[in-house]
Every structure is written in C-alpha cells, then in structure tokens.
C-alpha cells in the first residue's frame, strides 16, 4: 500500500510513503512532523505483482495542533 501526503496547493511538501500491514487489514507507516492545515492524502494498494492499483482513495485532511 502507497500513500502520497501533501498540500492541496503545491507539490512542494509531498511526501510518498509506503504503508505495512501491522494486522489484517491495519496499514501503518512514520510520516515525521507534518505542519497545521490542509493536507491530502492520497492511498493507493496493489495486488501482489500488479502494476494498477486495486483500491484508491482520496481524503482532505485538516491538521490541527
């Protein structure tokens, strides 16, 4: 599973991280500091050996501290 976190406005602070299945169904990873504000998160899984994902999704997320 791939997840692409960044800002809605610029590609700037994008970061791509890849997410490991902790339990059945449970994906974690360590994205470091992220800034107050808006955020995207973009989440991508492949089936073992595909190169086109079998689930996407979008979110907007508002971080606040």
Aim: glycine share 10%.
């Amino acid at each position: 599973v791939k997840a692409l976190i960044g800002r809605p406005s610029t590609g700037r602070h994008d970061h791509v991280v890849m997410l490991a299945e902790r339990t059945d169904g449970h994906y974690v990873a360590e994205v470091g500091a992220l800034e107050e504000g808006n955020w995207l998160i973009a989440i991508e899984a492949y089936a073992k050996g595909s190169e086109e994902p079998v689930y996407r999704a979008k979110r907007r997320l508002w971080l606040k501290r």
